[in-house]
């Protein structure tokens, strides 16, 4: 193995090691199944791998992987998936406490949740489903979002508005956290299991 | 402040983002209207529930394949 290829492979396990559970996290999030969500993993880690050399080096590591994955996501499933094109749309302490007050769940009822909120989130689409999944999910700051997303901190901002809006309104004729008399979807099945 | 300013600032407020004048003209409009109180407390019900959304880790077929052919 040449020094190249070497040098090639290290700077390829670090990456991968630092980002792996995140960019899986984010496809099974953006296709709510695991084995389309480690084929698009592997397939990420494979143009990043074949990337490496154009790899400038001055965009953050992070961000990098992220748009690789975003647009394989969009290339690999835009023709699997309809796109939804239609929707428009202190005291420090109080919203603490507004959390406060929301009821814990038990173990079995978090699993229920689980299947019902990915269908939700499927409901979304995906200008306002990547940000809400990089920024709540998994702790990006809008920053980040914007720089991967190529648009304004503002536009992120905007767009995390109405992806909660959103989910709110879904979740208030969907959800039987939010009133015990709405169906609930997954009826306590666990969806990802199907 | 009226319902739609307050609607358009309730993401700050719950990132915790706003002025303290701002702030005080939020918790004002919220202690009177009970719209914008159960809109507010109805988005915050929303996030917490999907935050609540577990992380997996990446599956073992996977982590040895993706080891198997770069490493």
Redesign the interface.
């Known amino acids: 193995m040449n020094l190249k290829v070497k040098r090639r492979?290290g700077q390829?396990?670090k990456i991968?090691d630092s980002c792996?559970?995140r960019i899986?996290?984010y496809l099974?999030?953006m296709t709510g199944d695991?084995e389309e969500a480690?084929d698009l993993?592997?397939e990420v880690?494979?143009k990043a791998?074949r990337g490496l050399d154009n790899f400038n080096g001055r965009a953050d590591i992070t961000t990098w992987i992220y748009k690789i994955a975003i647009n394989t996501y969009r290339n690999i499933l835009r023709v699997k998936k309809p796109q939804i094109t239609s929707l428009e749309n202190?005291?420090?302490n109080?919203?603490s406490i507004?959390?406060k007050?929301?009821p814990q769940?038990k173990q079995v009822e978090?699993k229920e949740?689980?299947g019902c909120?990915?269908k939700f989130?499927n409901d979304l689409p995906d200008t306002y489903r990547i940000p809400?999944i990089l920024y709540?999910?998994q702790g990006l700051r809008i920053h980040e979002i914007s720089e991967i997303m190529n648009v304004s901190d503002n536009n992120i901002?905007i767009r995390?508005?109405r992806a909660?809006?959103k989910?709110?309104e879904i979740?208030?004729t969907q959800?039987c956290?939010?009133n015990p008399k709405n169906p609930c979807n997954c009826k306590g099945e666990d969806w990802n299991a199907k | 402040m009226n319902c739609p300013e307050f609607k358009?600032l309730?993401?700050e407020?719950?990132e915790?983002e706003m002025d303290?004048v701002t702030?005080k003209e939020f918790?004002l409009h919220?202690s009177t209207c009970k719209d914008c109180e159960r809109d507010?407390?109805?988005?915050?019900?929303?996030?917490?529930?999907?935050?609540?959304?577990?992380?997996?880790?990446?599956?073992e077929?996977?982590?040895s394949?993706?080891?198997n052919?770069?490493?």
Do not use: G, H, W
Request: aromatic share 16%; net charge positive.
């Open positions: 492979k390829f396990e991968y792996k559970n899986y996290n099974y999030r695991k480690a993993t592997q880690f494979l791998y202190n005291n420090e109080e919203i507004i959390y007050s929301i769940l978090v949740l689980e909120m990915q989130l809400l709540e999910l901002k995390l508005v909660r809006v989910l709110k979740m208030c959800c956290y939010f | 358009k309730i993401f407020y719950m915790k303290n702030k918790q919220l507010l407390m109805e988005i915050a019900k929303a996030v917490s529930l999907f935050r609540r959304l577990k992380k997996i880790a990446v599956p077929a996977l982590d394949k993706i080891q052919l770069f490493y």
